[in-house]
């Protein structure tokens, strides 16, 4: 596989600044940014989309509303090498392949498009009373859950039929105002008994979210016209699982890799890759060896239009699942390394941020990595885990960890969890959060973050909130929209607080931070990490004829950058805390 591109990454939704793509180009084209950025991670509300902002894809058409081809031709210009998402798992309920479903039933040709769950738990579980099939609790302790109840999304056919699809992810179902109009042309409905109707089916789907023939048992006779008459009444959205047995799954691959590599990508992150893999009495989360195979595949699909793709995957550090995607000659992300930069500014020690980065050093991974992004900071990752009766530790102890965690809730972080097939809450995932307040809104620890983000081996990506030292927006966490207390770290900003950033010294001198790191050739040489006292960090890049070193302080948050030219050596940055 070709190695990952050189230069730094700005990672932003289309309309993160200003109003769309357009607005961010204008950006990225004024002096101030000269030089900063080779690489753009364009998240994708750049498609059509609905829910999940952007994850769950309706096409993958451009969505026209935030992107134009000539946004795409003028980052070319510039120089700027774009990347994008394939979200393997999942497309969205309004995608034209699940309309077509909904609309002709058996009939549609893609009948075997999502993942019946009926059909794919056939043999290894019972139905129960509300008609759906349970598995086995043999098979449903192993499954890998994101949300505490079963990952389905009950679906009704035009001939009446009630089926559940695979849905790992997120869904939103509504009701309309349910009345005794809606039953109005109900023969032998008097209206007294309408209005008795539309008040149980109200109950029922407030409770329940849905409603079956076993809420309709005393009035059976009626029961076909009144879900006919409620159906008309909901409105749903879900992220669908694909069945990637289905060979016109592998297909629509094919044709998004060809869209893809026409406007202009170069790298691919395979979203929720996983997840895609599923068979009976497995985890459902990174099963092998399918998973291996299904990625070989994909990877022999990019190759037809000179793509690089890497798979993105959340797990603990000590499941090892990141050296085994090195291993195969994939690029990674990082998600270790927000974690461990907190624990070293906030202990002033780096031990642990040691270990990490001569691990990628003495394995050779390939790595893009981030202080925040579009999701939350990671910490589960950060964990030890028990395999085959042997445990890993992690790249912190739970000490650690759980002293990170809840100073970014102190700080004003939200947290998200997993669960087990019961429901119960097993352990955090993320912690939602910008990473400036997650540092306390501390600017100098957010300088000397930036500065070890940039003296880090692998790709550093930048999330545009972080830049401008973006806070929490808490009402935007709780009005929740499409993606609950995420939107505390999403906030959109405008050219009016663009203007103002700008200005802002905290802003400029990260600026100075990440153009050295574009520009300068001592990044494409080798790195050594010079021995110091545990309180110190002291990395030093060599190229032919130009070094560079950073020597900071992780307690009074203090640091240099060095350059060497062959001659003397002199400063090029300095910020005292």
């Not at 993942?115 to 056939?122: N, P």
């Not at 076909?224 to 629509?252: P, T």
């Not at 806070?471 to 966490?477: E, Q, S």
């Amino acid at each position: 596989m070709a190695p990952l591109p050189k230069g730094v990454m700005l990672n932003a939704y289309p309309d993160s600044i200003g109003k769309k793509l357009a607005d961010i180009v204008e950006l990225l084209k004024r002096p101030e940014f000269k030089d900063a950025f080779s690489l753009f991670y364009i998240l994708p509300t750049f498609f059509n989309s609905d829910l999940d902002r952007g994850f769950s894809i309706i096409d993958y058409d451009i969505n026209e509303e935030l992107v134009t081809p000539d946004d795409l031709s003028e980052l070319n210009k510039l120089g700027i090498q774009i990347k994008l998402d394939l979200v393997l798992n999942h497309l969205s309920v309004r995608s034209p392949q699940f309309q077509d479903l909904l609309k002709r039933g058996k009939d549609s040709p893609y009948r075997n498009f999502f993942i019946d769950w009926d059909e794919f738990w056939d043999g290894y579980g019972t139905v129960g009373p509300d008609g759906l099939l349970k598995p086995d609790k043999e098979h449903l302790d192993k499954l890998f859950m994101r949300k505490p109840e079963l990952p389905i999304l009950r679906v009704r056919f035009p001939d009446g039929t009630l089926r559940a699809y695979w849905n790992t992810f997120y869904q939103k179902v509504d009701f309309d105002e349910i009345t005794a109009l809606d039953f109005a042309d109900i023969k032998g409905l008097d209206p007294k008994e309408a209005h008795a109707i539309a008040e149980h089916v109200k109950i029922v789907i407030k409770d329940k979210g849905y409603l079956t023939s076993t809420d309709l048992e005393h009035i059976a006779h009626l029961e076909d016209d009144i879900i006919r008459a409620v159906c008309k009444k909901r409105d749903y959205l879900g992220q669908m699982d694909l069945n990637a047995h289905s060979e016109l799954v592998w297909k629509f691959y094919d044709e998004t890799f060809r869209k893809l590599s026409a406007y202009g990508a170069k790298i691919i992150r395979l979203d929720a890759f996983a997840y895609l893999h599923k068979e009976p009495g497995q985890p459902n989360f990174f099963n092998r060896p399918g998973t291996w195979e299904y990625l070989q595949r994909l990877q022999d699909t990019a190759q037809k239009y000179d793509l690089i793709i890497f798979p993105e995957i959340h797990a603990e550090y000590g499941a090892g699942i990141h050296e085994e995607i090195a291993r195969e000659g994939y690029p990674i992300y990082d998600f270790f390394f927000p974690g461990l930069v907190i624990d070293a500014l906030e202990r002033g020690n780096n031990q642990a941020l040691l270990r990490w980065i001569e691990e990628i050093e003495d394995k050779g991974l390939q790595t893009i990595n981030m202080l925040g992004c579009h999701d939350g900071i990671p910490v589960l990752d950060l964990r030890g885990k028990q395999i085959n009766g042997t445990y890993r530790s992690g790249l912190l102890n739970d000490e650690y960890i759980d002293a990170t965690i809840e100073g970014i809730i102190r700080n004003g972080g939200m947290t998200k969890n997993l669960y087990d097939s019961d429901g119960k809450k097993i352990s955090y995932y993320q912690v939602n959060a910008t990473f400036f307040s997650a540092l306390g809104e501390d600017e100098q620890k957010l300088r000397l973050a930036r500065a070890i983000q940039m003296f880090m081996p692998g790709v550093p990506q930048v999330w545009y909130l972080d830049l401008f030292a973006g806070a929490n927006d808490y009402a935007a966490a709780k009005s929740g929209r499409t993606a609950g207390h995420k939107e505390i770290n999403r906030t959109t900003l405008t050219k009016s607080d663009i203007e103002a950033g700008l200005k802002r010294p905290i802003v400029l001198d990260q600026l100075d931070l990440i153009r050295l790191r574009n520009t300068s050739q001592a990044f494409a040489g080798n790195m050594t990490i010079i021995d110091t006292e545990p309180h110190l960090l002291h990395i030093s890049w060599e190229h032919p004829g130009e070094t560079l070193t950073l020597r900071a302080d992780l307690c009074e948050h203090s640091f240099t950058v060095y350059e060497d030219k062959g001659t003397d050596e002199r400063i090029l940055l300095s910020f005292e805390s």
